[in-house]
């Protein structure tokens, strides 16, 4: 609390100046004040180097160093303040005033020091001698405050007391610390995460604080998904698709003629969505608050009376700023995770629903539309939540605005207002080419990716014919008449951005103009005010209509899924006129007619035509016939894949089923072969053995848990197979569909499969029915099924099998099967070759090796390249273009600045033509500016996006082959599409952003340097505060963004993989299964974007804060510069607090 003595002796100078005008300060006075502020110096000074060995035995909280950091930062500034102040009104300039603001401003900054470097800064400022020192001073302190007479005076001395109460209460923590263990956790427990989000204090809540301890993490170290924030109870996708499920299935037992997905979502989610509003409501109108407060105080300024009054608004200005950062942060957290329950709701029903729907009834859409619900359909859902909310809240704040612009200005507003409704058809024209383009844009992407598949499919036939330079010509042609729409788009969107930029200023030219035209004068208040009032304004009006256009894009994609969602489900034992059942047979089908198509009114041609069928339980039926016979469909019908539209099919029985061509996992060995069922070691391994798969898997680099990459790249044919077969059998199902299992097999491996696996003791009793041209298969069947043309033409034993039916199967060139050392003679020749198939298997094993993810920044590297492939010239024509925009719009303001002040005043030397002259030179040098960085970046962004495609096709064909052997297609194709559209589309409009922004804080810094010199004391702190949060927020963001890209690779990837697979999936009724491991791939997707969205909130409502403490400064300083401790103008406040609020108010 010495800081007191200073602040108590500059008092007093300085009322004897303005009372006496030549008082040298008291003595006492003077020994007090600088001699304590000495004596605090020495004390830190001593304690700091004392202690410098000494041990902390708690750790320093966020807030303990804020009060170690903060409060010290804030009283060095006012300090300085104090010492500029006096200078200025110490007109004999005796030195010996300067020594106590002076020595107070080295104590703080000792005080900082201490805190940052030393060893042990919480024992050195709560040490007994410290404590005790400050606690002596407030009995000073209580004793000076009624001698104050300047609010920097009083600011200082609260924060002298803030300090010592601070250290004080520091102290009496210290004197019950908590025991930290030795060694910390190197992975904290999601328990105790959960505990600290659930548990944590409101401040913590309300300030995500919570964040904190993953913001460390992140800024010092690669951040991993175990430390990611656990997703509240409310947000487990599971219970999110239940529950819409749950509502979609009501409407479904109501006997809806068509259930509504719209319905569904408003059943669940239709309450929480209407709190949200009434949040909304309260803070859209808080948000006006702002503009109002700011006439009553800009009023205040031009009359100069009531200081309390003055304060009073000021600081109702600044809470109004720090209100609202609470509440937008608030509402924004809270409509992210509704969002966030969408989605995961609507992914998760899609995901099921495309796992129960049978292959007949999905063949009404396309595996690319309903790739589609999952990606475009699913997003434009949850955009359904801003667009609902914004259809009424826009209205609403453009009509408060309108009626606020009307009590400024009467009807001149109109101008300006016809000006911005004139541009809406415009900007709706623009985007309705913008649409068209893009379309035409996505079409000719679709055929350049799918050029791209072909290329990486055949790398090796094209490399080995020389032909890979003429196909990438090729790709590039596609590309150049895909660019031209791109090129289409960006100039379109050029225009868009040129007309949201200028629309402010061409709303004020027009209204002012008018207003001053019909004879009224302009008064600082109506011209800032209705400055704020045209930024709250302009953007509701701009995005009115891409709400609606948002708004339709989400109803149709909610047509668009409920049609899906309405499709029958799979039923694998059905009965159409029949009630037949037999427990002695495994199959029984009865005059079974069944088509691929699921549309019951349109004509349709039957695939499986009049079958009857019987299958014995435990036999081993053989379904031979031509190509195109009805083999395959045969089983299909019998899975309940196909529609059946007369006769019935009934299964006795449990079924496994081996495709035609195997659909493998990405996953590892024994993954496959399990297929959700628990591990049965002895079961395990006969099987292996029974599918020839023991030998393959020792080759392999890790056995049975080596990686099988996407599509089973990196098996052969017959391994697939073999792996298909395995899985069915190690089941253990009642029925075995088999479609051909043995023909992508040599004659050896399928004897050894047929004794071992089909014939062996894992299936011999088992009802078995296969698709096949085996001829050992045939001779060993129980009964045979000859199919042609979708129907049973015979079917019996095989010594009954006239050979009239067909020559091909004639059982007379029987392969002789009585080897018995097929299986040793595959083990020696395995075994001749295994240092060449172990290399093989090494070189296989890298291909899934998973995707690597950068550490730490981004290279400036990479920022240069892209300058570069942007070019040199049109990069400097942006930046260039986009600093002289600024500096013309903030000429404009400081224009319109100086003409209310002239006009207040009453000492205008020019006409009210003259300003407007000015006003509209102003606006058309920012109209031509903005116009000139609108387009370069257009061109810029082209100009790159051509040469990294080009540079990313010439590094693709000039690569070995064994870069294809080891890296998978899927992850090349996603550079060339979602990669490369961010680069052609994301970047260039983040960066115009960013590019806008740093201009806009820029010039409003030098503004509010140029017009409040004492914003440069306020400037260092807060610049410091800010950038030690863009540094701890970066690292974190950083990584919590490439955790993200990571995280939704395998929600696509599961969701392609099921498409192909999802007959296996119901065959083996393991829907439940494939559910949850889709449910765990969403949750961790999940936990990144909520972990993103909160560390975003976190930074957004300190950097509000910081604002609000800038517009709270500007507003108070400009109360005091009205009371005469230093000159103001009428039109400088307004113009500085509409900077303030318009940056950070009126958002």
């Not at 913008?434 to 079409?443: D, F, V």
């Not at 996006?945 to 090349?972: C, E, M, Y």
Request: some cysteine.
């Amino acid at each position: 609390m010495a800081i007191t003595f200073t602040n108590f002796t500059f008092l007093y100078m300085d009322a004897n100046l303005e009372r006496l005008g030549d008082i040298y300060p008291s003595l006492s006075f003077m020994v007090l004040g600088f001699g304590a502020n000495v004596v605090t110096l020495l004390l830190i000074l001593i304690l700091t180097i004392t202690r410098r060995n000494g041990r902390c035995n708690t750790r320093k909280s966020y807030i303990e160093k804020c009060l170690l950091y903060v409060i010290p930062a804030l009283g060095a500034c006012l300090s300085c303040v104090d010492l500029l102040l006096l200078v200025r009104t110490n007109r004999r300039r005796e030195v010996i005033l300067c020594f106590v603001p002076l020595s107070g401003f080295v104590m703080w900054i000792a005080v900082i020091l201490s805190s940052k470097f030393a060893c042990c800064a919480c024992h050195v400022f709560t040490s007994q001698i410290l404590c005790f020192w400050w606690i002596f001073r407030f009995l000073t302190d209580a004793l000076h405050l009624n001698m104050i007479f300047t609010l920097q005076e009083i600011c200082l001395i609260m924060l002298d007391i803030a300090f010592g109460i601070s250290i004080n209460v520091l102290r009496i923590k210290q004197a019950h610390p908590k025991i930290i263990p030795l060694e910390d956790p190197l992975i904290e427990d999601d328990d105790d995460q959960k505990r600290i989000e659930k548990n944590g204090s409101w401040w913590d809540l309300f300030t995500f604080g919570y964040i904190g301890s993953i913001m460390k993490h992140g800024s010092v170290k690669q951040l991993e998904f175990e430390n990611l924030l656990t997703l509240p109870p409310e947000m487990d996708p599971f219970t999110c698709c239940e529950n819409l499920l749950r509502c979609w299935q009501l409407q479904e037992c109501n006997n809806y003629s068509t259930p509504s997905l719209i319905w569904s979502i408003s059943g669940v989610y239709g309450w929480p969505c209407f709190r949200l509003g009434l949040l909304k409501v309260f803070n859209d109108c808080i948000g006006f608050a702002g503009p109002l407060l700011l006439n009553r105080l800009i009023k205040y300024l031009e009359k100069g009376s009531g200081s309390s009054v003055g304060y009073t608004l000021a600081i109702s200005l600044g809470f109004i700023s720090i209100f609202k950062s609470f509440l937008d942060t608030q509402y924004t957290f809270r409509l992210s995770k509704l969002k966030l329950k969408l989605r995961s709701s609507i992914m998760s029903v899609i995901y099921r629903k495309c796992l129960w729907v049978n292959t007949a009834n999905r063949s009404g859409f396309s595996e690319g539309e309903i790739q589609t619900f999952m990606s475009v359909d699913a997003d434009r859902i949850v955009n359904l939540c801003n667009s609902l909310h914004d259809l009424w809240s826009l209205p609403l704040q453009i009509g408060i605005a309108l009626y606020l612009l009307y009590t400024q200005v009467k009807f001149a507003f109109l101008s300006g207002l016809a000006i911005t409704i004139l541009l809406i058809p415009v900007n709706k024209w623009i985007s309705v080419l913008i649409a068209s383009a893009t379309e035409k844009m996505m079409k000719l992407k679709d055929e350049r990716i799918r050029k791209t598949g072909e290329l990486l499919t055949n790398i090796r036939t094209l490399k080995m014919y020389g032909w890979d330079n003429w196909f990438a010509d090729w790709l590039k042609e596609t590309r150049a008449t895909e660019v031209t729409h791109l090129a289409t788009r960006k100039y379109l969107d050029a225009w868009c951005v040129f007309f949201w930029a200028t629309t402010p200023t061409l709303f004020s030219l027009c209204t002012f103009g008018l207003f001053a035209l019909m004879g009224h004068q302009l008064d600082a208040a109506t011209v800032f005010t209705c400055l704020a009032l045209f930024n709250s304004l302009i953007s509701p009006l701009n995005s009115f209509p891409w709400v609606i256009n948002g708004l339709i894009d989400a109803f149709i994609s909610t047509r668009r899924v409920s049609k899906f969602l309405c499709c029958l489900e799979h039923s694998r034992d059905f009965s159409i006129d029949s009630g037949f059942t037999s427990e002695d047979l495994a199959v029984c089908v009865e005059d079974a007619s069944c088509t691929w198509s699921s549309n019951v009114e349109e004509d349709y041609n039957l695939t499986i035509k009049q079958v009857s069928l019987r299958v014995p339980k435990g036999s081993f039926v053989a379904v031979i016939g031509e190509v195109g016979s009805g083999k395959t469909s045969l089983l299909n019908s019998l899975l309940g894949e196909m529609r059946c539209v007369h006769g019935s099919i009934l299964l006795n029985g449990s079924v496994a089923y081996v495709p035609q061509v195997p659909w493998i996992l990405s996953g590892t060995v024994r993954e496959n072969i399990l297929f959700g069922k628990p591990f049965d070691s002895k079961r395990y391994f006969e099987t292996l053995s029974a599918c020839a798969l023991d030998v393959d898997i020792s080759l392999m680099v890790g056995g049975d848990m080596a990686c099988i990459g996407d599509k089973g790249v990196n098996l052969s044919g017959g391994q697939r197979a073999r792996f298909a077969l395995a899985r069915a059998v190690y089941h253990g199902s009642d029925m075995y569909l088999l479609d051909d299992v043995l023909s992508a097999v040599d004659s050896q491996v399928g004897c050894w499969i047929l004794q071992r696996a089909l014939l062996g003791p894992l299936l011999n009793k088992k009802t078995r029915v296969m698709c096949t041209h085996n001829i050992q298969a045939i001779s060993c069947a129980d009964m045979i099924v000859v199919m042609d043309k979708g129907k049973v033409n015979w079917s019996g034993s095989v010594t009954d099998m006239p050979k009239s039916i067909s020559p091909t199967f004639s059982l007379t060139n029987e392969f002789d099967m009585s080897s018995p050392n097929h299986l040793t003679k595959r083990k020696e020749t395995l075994s001749i070759k295994e240092d060449g198939v172990d290399e093989i298997s090494e070189a296989a094993a890298d291909i899934v090796k998973l995707e690597e993810r950068k550490e730490g920044r981004v290279e400036m590297m990479v920022y240069r390249n892209y300058a570069v492939f942007s070019g040199w010239f049109i990069t400097i024509v942006i930046l260039v273009s986009a600093v002289l925009m600024q500096a013309s719009r903030n000429g404009n303001d400081l224009w319109l600045s100086y003409w209310v002040d002239k006009t207040g005043k009453g000492v205008s030397h020019y006409s009210t033509s003259f300003y407007l002259m000015v006003l509209c030179i102003f606006c058309i040098i920012n109209l031509i500016l903005t116009l000139v960085r609108a387009f370069s970046f257009a061109f810029g962004g082209l100009k790159a996006a051509v040469h990294v495609h080009n540079a990313l096709i010439s590094k693709l064909i000039n690569a070995p082959t064994q870069f294809f052997d080891q890296t998978p297609s899927g992850r090349i194709l996603n550079r060339f599409s979602s990669d490369l559209y961010t680069i052609d589309d994301s970047l260039p409009f983040i960066l115009n952003i960013l590019l806008a922004n740093f201009v806009g804080l820029l010039g409003i810094i030098v503004v509010l340097s140029y017009v409040q010199v004492l914003f440069l004391l306020l400037l260092l702190p807060f610049w410091y505060i800010y950038s030690k949060l863009q540094v701890f927020y970066r690292s974190t963001s950083r990584e919590l963004r490439r955790l993200d890209s990571v995280s939704r690779s395998p929600i696509y990837a599961s969701f392609t993989e099921t498409l192909d697979g999802s007959s296996t999936i119901r065959a083996f009724k393991s829907e439940e299964h494939f559910v949850g491991r889709f449910i765990e791939h969403l949750t961790l997707y999940q936990r990144t974007s909520y972990s993103e969205i909160i560390a975003s909130l976190w930074l957004s409502l300190r950097l509000q804060l910081l604002g609000s403490m800038i517009v709270l400064f500007v507003a108070v300083m400009a109360v005091l510069g009205s009371g005469g401790n230093f000159p103001i103008s009428f039109g400088t406040p307004g113009l500085v607090r509409n900077c303030s609020f318009h940056k950070y108010i009126g958002k």
